[in-house]
């Protein structure tokens, strides 16, 4: 089966400064790529996501990258804001079942 | 309107009762699922169920039953319940695979005494 593994398990960054998280997938069947943002008390959202036949995309201060060849995807946050602080999780699917990281917990210092 | 809704938010329990969590979804998705997030934040899938057909079922001890009555609720049962049970539990749906997004509830945390 897949596995997805994710770095770093913590991240401290200062308030306006960025913030990347980087995961890693084995199965390279897997064409669909989400990001979740899990806030305190409450529920994974989805934030971003990708599929396999695109390589970046933005949403405001959210991208994501992919790199198919090296099978990896990295979600980046730019100008961060306290309200980012939050476990992020990365997920990997082929179809039926999501494979998610380990989660990311980041937070933000104003 | 709440997408994946969940009851309760909060169950607290004895060991060795029966316990049910109910989810709803109003997406009009056609799988659902159920997750267990451990103290880590680890998540864990449990089941998958598609148009009421089981199609995932995890290495979950047989005293977790999930039910679907219809497309948009699935419910979990919990038998017997046991102290490593103490979890949150997420229900989330999607539409049909392949590479659908999953919507998630809000969790019921349940502590097993």
């Known amino acids: 089966g897949e596995n997805v593994e994710q770095h770093p398990s913590t991240l401290s960054v200062q308030e306006g400064d960025s913030a990347v998280i980087k995961c890693t997938y084995s199965?390279?069947?897997?064409?669909?790529f989400p990001w979740y943002k899990q806030e305190l008390g409450k529920g994974p959202q989805l934030i971003i996501d990708?599929?396999?036949?695109?390589g970046e995309k933005k949403d405001q201060r959210i991208a994501v990258t992919l790199n198919k060849t090296a099978k990896h995807f990295s979600l980046h946050i730019t100008e961060t804001q306290p309200e980012d602080s939050a476990v992020y999780f990365c997920?990997?699917?082929?179809?039926?079942?999501?494979?998610f990281g380990t989660g990311t917990s980041l937070t933000v210092i104003p | 309107d709440t997408a994946v809704s969940q009851t309760p938010k909060y169950l607290v329990t004895q060991m060795g009762n029966d316990k049910s969590i109910k989810c709803e979804q109003n997406?009009?998705?056609?799988?659902m699922y159920w997750y267990k997030q451990d103290s880590k934040k680890f998540l864990k899938i449990m089941f998958s169920?598609?148009?009421?057909?089981?199609?995932i079922n995890e290495t979950v001890p047989n005293r977790f039953s999930p039910k679907s009555p219809d497309k948009a609720h699935l419910n979990l049962h919990i038998n017997s319940l046991e102290l490593g049970d103490s979890a949150v539990y997420f229900c989330?749906?999607?539409?049909?695979?392949?590479?659908?997004?999953?919507?998630f509830g809000p969790g019921t945390r349940l502590t097993v005494l």
């Open positions: 199965d390279s069947a897997s064409n669909y």
């Open positions: 989330a749906s999607s539409v049909l695979p392949p590479g659908g997004a999953q919507y």
């Open positions: 990708i599929r396999s036949n695109v």
């Open positions: 997920a990997a699917t082929t179809g039926n079942q999501f494979y």
């Open positions: 997406l009009g998705h056609d799988t």
């Open positions: 169920y598609n148009n009421k057909e089981l199609i």
